[in-house]
Structures are given as C-alpha cells and as structure tokens.
C-alpha cells in the first residue's frame, strides 16, 4: 500500500461520492429505519415550530387584549410546552434509532473489509503497511458510525428544523422573513472562510493518525532489532515529531472553530435579533404584532442553532469523509484472481452438501512440478528470472540453492501463485497452475515459511489451523514433523496456549510446528522455504530425518541457504542470477571443478 497521504484520492468530489456509495451500501439492510428515522425528525421539526405559533397565540389574542379564556390559555400553554418535550423525546428516540443503524453498518463494514483484506493478492502486502492497514479496519470504519450518528443526525435535523422555522416565519410575517434571509449569505461566507481555513488542517491531522499508527506497528514488530540496533532515541524522536505535527494540524482546527466559526455565528445571532427588533421600531406597533416579535425572537434561535450545528459538523464531515474514501479505496483494491472459478464453484457446492475434501489432481505420470521458460519481472525491463525450465518428477526431494537475490524465493513465489507467470508456463501434477482450484491447490501444495507464523492459540489449533482435522490426523502429522514429543511434553499437551507468536517455544519447536501444519493437509507437493536458516543444527537434523521419512510420498522442494539440509536431496537447482547454473545431486554437483555449488559449499565447510 502507497504511503497513506497517497492512498486519498486527491479529487474531493471523487471522495465525498466514494464515501456516499460506501455508506449506501453499508446501511442497505437497515434503509427501513432510516427512512423512519427521517420521519419522525421531520415530525419533530414540525412540533417544535409549531410551539412558539402558540406562544403566539395566547399572547397576541389572550395576555394583551385581556381576553381570559382559561381552558383556551391553559390549552395552549400545555402545547407550547409539550410540543417542545415531545420533540426532544422524538429526537432522542431517532438518535437511539440512528445509533443501532450506525453500529450495525460499522460492523458489517468492518467484516467486509477484512475479509477483502484477506483475499488480496500478496503483491499487494509487499507494499502494505501493516499499522495503516490495521487503522483502516478499525479507525476508518469507525468513521461510518460518526457518519451517521453525528454528521447525518444533527444535519438532518438541523436542516428540518431551518427548513420549517423559515415556513413559519414566512407564514407569520414574510416581510421580516426576508430580512432574516438577506443574512443568509453572510452565514454561507463564514462556512466558506471555516472551510478554508480548517479542510487542510483536518486532512493533514487524519494522515497523520494513520502515520502514528504505522510507526507504532513497525517499532513493536521490529522491537528487539530496534532496541539492539539502540535506536531508542531515535525512533522516540521521529515519533515526537509525527505526534507534534499531529498535535499541530488539530490545534489548527481548533483555531479555526474557536476564532472564526463560534464568534462569528454568535455575532450573526446578535445582528439577526438586532435587525428584527430595529424594523420593529420603525412600524406602528399594534398589538397582534407583539406576539409575531415573540415568535420571531424565538424563531432566530432556531435559525442560528441549526446553522451552527450543521457548519460544526463539516469538520467532522470532512475527517469522515476522508476515511470512508480510504476504506472504499482499499476495498476497490482487486482481489488475488480467483483461479478456475467454475471448477472452484463446483468444489464449494459440492463441499457445502458433503464433508468430503476437494477431490485430488489425478495424473499419476506427470511430473510433480514442471516450468517451461518461466520469465517473471517485478518491475517491468527489469527480469529476475530467465528462460527457466525444470521438472521436478512425483515424490521427488529437490533443493534449490544460489546466492542471495539470485531469484530462489521468487520461483517459490510464483509456483504459490502469489503472482501471476508473465512469459511460459507452469504445469502441478499434471495441471496448467491457473487452471486449479484455490482449495485444489491448497489440498496438494504445502508451505513451511521461513519464519514460522504462529497463532496465539493452542498447539492442535496451530496445527489445524481452522481445517477440519480430527485429532489423529493432527497427532499423526505432529509425528510426521517430529514434533509430537515435545508437544506431549508441554502441561497441557496438543491444547496448551503457545502465546503470542508462539512465544513459548523455541524457533526450531515453532518450525516443528510449521511443518506439521503443512503435512496435516497431506500435500502432494511440500514447498520448505529457507525452513532450516534460524535453527540449531539438532533441530535442523530432526527436520532432516523428518523429510527423509516423507521421501518418495511426498515431492519435497527445498529452497535452503544451508546447504546440509538438501545435501541428501535427490537433485539441488543450483540459481545463478535467475538462471539455473547448474543442476544434479549433491556427490556430481561436488565434482564440478570451481562449479557454483561447490564454492558455496566449501565456503559454509569454512564458515562452519
Ligand atoms: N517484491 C519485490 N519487488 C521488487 N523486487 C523484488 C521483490 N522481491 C524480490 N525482488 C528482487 O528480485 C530479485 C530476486 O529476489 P529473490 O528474493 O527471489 O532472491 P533470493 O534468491 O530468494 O534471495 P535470498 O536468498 O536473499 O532470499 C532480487 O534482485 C530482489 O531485489
């Protein structure tokens, strides 16, 4: 993902319809209520103009002419009062009403997007940072909530209730409505100059949280190299600064509400009242027009208020905005391709009516993995691998070695379909890769990573991993891996908690783990990448036996930078600046004379 600054889209209008579209769809299911919601608000408006209609009333055809009609006076009190609570209690119901609405859109938003996140292509994580990423699915999303709560409420509300004090001041006096509109403009000039002042401000701020987030991310992931490297300070002083700018963009906000926004509104309130009474003065007061001044009076405060609730929400309007575009912007991000999507239909249906796997890839005869001129480019006129041809045939153990950047995680990369093949074609049991299913692949492709990636969860759950295993299968994996007897050993055994990361183990147990894991799945094919690079060499020998033992059942593709884990592999691919250099099993690739492999291997003999 670019930096976040470059993830909003710089065309506002782009931005506010994004954000329109997004909360359109977040709210679809609950349209009912809203409509509702609506309904009762415009009903509420209508209450509350009608209460000082009323105080009209009773002064201008009771108090002044003296005409003391009790039950008259008395009904007409008890509705100036309780238009005005009963308008309150209908707010807040639909503020309640707005609230579920709000908190429902939130969580289905935040579902959708990470469930979008999950199918993203990994050439979109190259680029992702981790800390925004996360502030998209809870910060941003929270941003629909205040949408709706907030924004849509009080500009709803706040639009009925002008709409309908304008059309009773008209009703009662359109003269001296139109002296009350003639300052509308110079409301309009202060939300403008608002605008203007507080838009960057808020924008600037909102990038920056997101900042603040992704630094945290990064130092507490990288936190034991950040404190080796003693970069303490350092990362403490770039965080002061990013906080400081923070700190700076919301006070600048402030600025712009505190010296700008509230006097001038306040000021605009005193005008308004001063020019209503001022036009007053200059009639021949009668004594109905006493009761249209009260209105009138009463009425402005309902004019102002709306005005400065609505111009107070745009800076909130602007930050929610700016975060729903972002979230529309991750969910327009194009999903990893969905490889044979008739077949994986098929699968899914059929997987839905029973419990049987995804069926296997069934050519007993074809290689195991075969490429054919395989070209790739991360950066297009920029090749890291060229013209590539191998087989790699069933039960096969393989070990792929070279230099660093000589292109080994790359080929990985592409026989996991984490990226497309640009030029020639790779072919799985037998199968074009694009044309397997995901569940397909899965089914018979196992990976061991290099860092083992562990859940916060149980031993079993680790190994499972949310598949439907049955203990046996799990135990009998856990055997495979050899990693059943220091599971055993643990105080709960296969269910005792591994913390976070799997900190309870050792990295050699968590690699252990990792490949159980990958076996439970019984893969066909089971791709190690640099498996054996951060383990002691008696785990690494427990690894070793355990890759023995799976020899002729399962293909095994070994990328190892050490090179006594494939020493014993049936053929080693040795990389040369994304080409294959040289190729054979470990006792003939010794024998080249100043041969790539047998350089690297006597310089890691001295090393050792
Ligand atoms: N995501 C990426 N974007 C752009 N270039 C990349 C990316 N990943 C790798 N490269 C480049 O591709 C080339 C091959 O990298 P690759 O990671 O495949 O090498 P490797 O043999 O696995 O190296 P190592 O042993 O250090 O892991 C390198 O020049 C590297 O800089």
Not at 107 to 132: C, K, N, S, W
Request: charged letters at 15%; one cysteine or more.
């Amino acid at each position: 993902m670019p930096a976040d600054h470059d993830l909003q889209p710089h065309d506002a209008r782009r931005q506010t319809l994004q954000a329109v579209a997004l909360l359109r769809r977040a709210a679809q299911p609950d349209q009912r209520h809203l409509g509702w919601a609506v309904l009762w608000l415009v009903l509420a408006a209508l209450l509350e103009v009608l209460g000082p209609i009323m105080g009209k009333a009773l002064i201008d055809q009771h108090l002044l002419p003296h005409r003391l009609d009790w039950p008259r006076m008395a009904a007409l009190l008890a509705g100036l009062l309780l238009t005005g609570w009963v308008a309150s209690g209908l707010r807040y119901l639909q503020l309640v009403r707005l609230s579920g609405l709000a908190m429902r859109s939130v969580r289905r938003l935040r579902e959708q997007v990470y469930g979008h996140v999950l199918r993203l292509p990994m050439a979109f994580f190259d680029r992702a940072i981790t800390g925004q990423l996360v502030s998209r699915v809870t910060n941003d999303t929270e941003a629909v909530k205040t949408l709706y709560v907030q924004v849509l409420f009080v500009m709803l509300d706040s639009s009925i209730v002008l709409i309908g004090t304008v059309c009773a001041m008209a009703w009662l006096d359109w003269h001296l409505m139109t002296i009350v509109l003639a300052l509308l403009p110079a409301v309009l000039a202060i939300i403008w100059l608002y605008q203007r002042w507080s838009a960057p401000a808020v924008t600037r701020a909102r990038a920056l949280r997101s900042d603040i987030n992704g630094q945290m991310a990064e130092s507490i992931g990288g936190m034991s190299v950040l404190q080796a490297s003693n970069a303490e300070a350092r990362f403490a002083a770039r965080f002061q600064a990013t906080n400081a700018r923070h700190y700076e963009a919301r006070m600048a906000e402030l600025r712009a509400n505190a010296w700008l926004l509230r006097p001038a509104l306040d000021l605009l309130n005193i005008v308004l009242l001063a020019s209503v009474i001022f036009t007053f003065g200059q009639r021949q007061m009668t004594a109905t027009e006493v009761g249209v001044l009260y209105a009138f009076i009463s009425y402005i405060a309902r004019v102002i208020e709306p005005l400065i609730q609505i111009t107070m929400q745009f800076s909130q309007l602007q930050q929610s905005v700016v975060a729903s575009a972002r979230v529309a912007a991750l969910l327009e991000e194009a999903h990893a391709p969905e490889h044979a999507p008739e077949l994986a239909a098929g699968l899914a249906a059929e997987h839905a009516s029973s419990t049987r796997a995804a069926p296997r890839l069934r050519d007993a005869n074809a290689p195991a993995v075969a490429l054919r001129h395989i070209e790739f480019a991360y950066v297009p006129g920029q090749p890291v691998l060229h013209d590539l041809s191998l087989d790699i045939a069933q039960g096969d153990f393989v070990g792929i070695v070279g230099h660093t950047g000589s292109g080994k995680s790359t080929l990985l990369s592409l026989l996991l379909r984490y990226y497309p093949v640009q030029h020639g074609a790779i072919t799985i049991l037998g199968a074009p890769l694009e044309s397997i299913a995901n569940t397909q692949f899965r089914a018979e492709v196992g990976l061991v990573p290099q860092e083992p990636f562990l859940l916060a969860a149980s031993a079993r759950e680790n190994i499972a991993m949310g598949r439907d295993l049955t203990d046996a299968q799990i135990e009998a994996a856990a055997r495979a891996a050899h990693a059943h007897d220091f599971i055993l050993a643990l105080e709960h055994g296969y269910g005792t908690a591994l913390g976070e990361g799997g900190s309870r183990l050792s990295v050699g147990q968590k690699q252990l783990i990792a490949i159980a894991r990958a076996l439970a799945g019984q893969p066909r094919i089971l791709l190690l990448d640099e498996a054996t690079s951060h383990i002691d060499s008696q785990t690494e020998q427990i690894v070793q036996t355990a890759l023995d033992e799976l020899r002729g059942r399962v293909t095994i593709i070994a990328i190892a930078h050490r090179l006594s884990t494939i020493r014993e592999a049936d053929r080693i691919v040795v990389l040369n600046h994304g080409r294959i250099a040289e190729s054979g099993p470990h006792a003939q690739l010794m024998q080249v004379d100043g041969g790539l492999y047998q350089r690297l291997y006597l310089l890691q003999q001295l090393a050792a």
